[in-house]
């Protein structure tokens, strides 16, 4: 199974206060764009890759993954005004890499996932599912709040999960999802659910979180020192 990884990084990182692009913050020293790709890239089971950068900051990006991670099989492409629409521009990019089988699609801000995750999504394409996701059961007790900051409801956490990347899709699935869909969507699973695709979940790992605020920046930095 050939199987090209999307990493959309085009965001701008708000959350995480003033600086440059999320994706070039540095962590221990290496952008976090870098950690990201050769997270991927170490696992020996994608192809190529592309990034969706900043549509201004393409060059800029080109030459961070020209030092980080040199290889003519990582691509940069321009992103769009929000992550679904980065997403599609990888996937136009894909078609230009010859048969490829399957896209994981994965977040550059879920720089440190493990390789255990990457091999537990590629299992499950190469078992037959369609879509596979990454999850973790959900930690908090979750409340439905109205609009006068009133509790209208608990949810009942034993049904919830969070979802992570990377999320493994056929091609022809995730492209089908695109072409079909009228909403946006926080991640790419939910249009292929819209579909009627069955979507199979695995493990996920704490180590996997997505780096959105300051606090995070700190985890990422004792997390690689431990590693
Ligand atoms: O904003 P959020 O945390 O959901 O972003 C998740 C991922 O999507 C990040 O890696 C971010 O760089 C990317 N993104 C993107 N294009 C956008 C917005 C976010 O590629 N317009």
New binding site residues.
């Given amino acids: 199974m050939r199987i090209a990884a999307i ?7 708000v ?1 995480l206060g003033p600086g440059t ?3 070039l913050r540095d962590v221990a020293g290496t952008p976090l764009l870098v950690h ?1 790709v050769r997270g991927l890239w170490s696992t020996s089971l994608v192809e190529a890759v592309v990034v ?1 950068a ?1 549509p201004q900051r393409t060059g800029e990006f080109e030459d961070v993954l020209a030092r980080g991670v040199p290889d003519a099989r990582v691509h940069v492409v321009g ?5 679904q ?3 599609a521009a990888g996937l136009e990019a894909v078609d230009s890499l010859g048969p490829v089988d399957a896209v994981l699609v994965h ?4 720089a440190f996932v493990p390789v255990a995750v990457v091999e537990r999504v590629v299992a499950g394409l190469r078992a037959g599912s369609a879509a596979v996701v990454p999850v973790l059961p959900v930690a908090d007790t979750i409340k439905r709040v109205a609009d006068e900051d009133v509790v209208t409801g608990t949810v009942d956490r034993s049904t919830l999960y969070a979802v992570q990347t990377p999320q493994g899709f056929r091609l022809d699935v995730l492209r089908c999802a695109y072409a079909e869909t009228a909403v946006e969507a ?1 991640d790419d699973s939910a249009l292929v659910e819209a579909l009627g695709v069955p979507v199979t979940v695995v493990e996920g790992s704490e180590e996997a979180f ?1 780096v ?1 605020r300051p606090l995070d920046l700190l985890l990422a930095e004792a997390l690689l020192e431990r590693r």
């Fill in positions: 990493v959309p990084a085009a965001g701008l990182g959350r692009a999320k994706a990201a969706a900043p992103g769009g005004v929000t992550r629409r980065s997403v977040d550059a801000a879920r926080t997505k959105t």
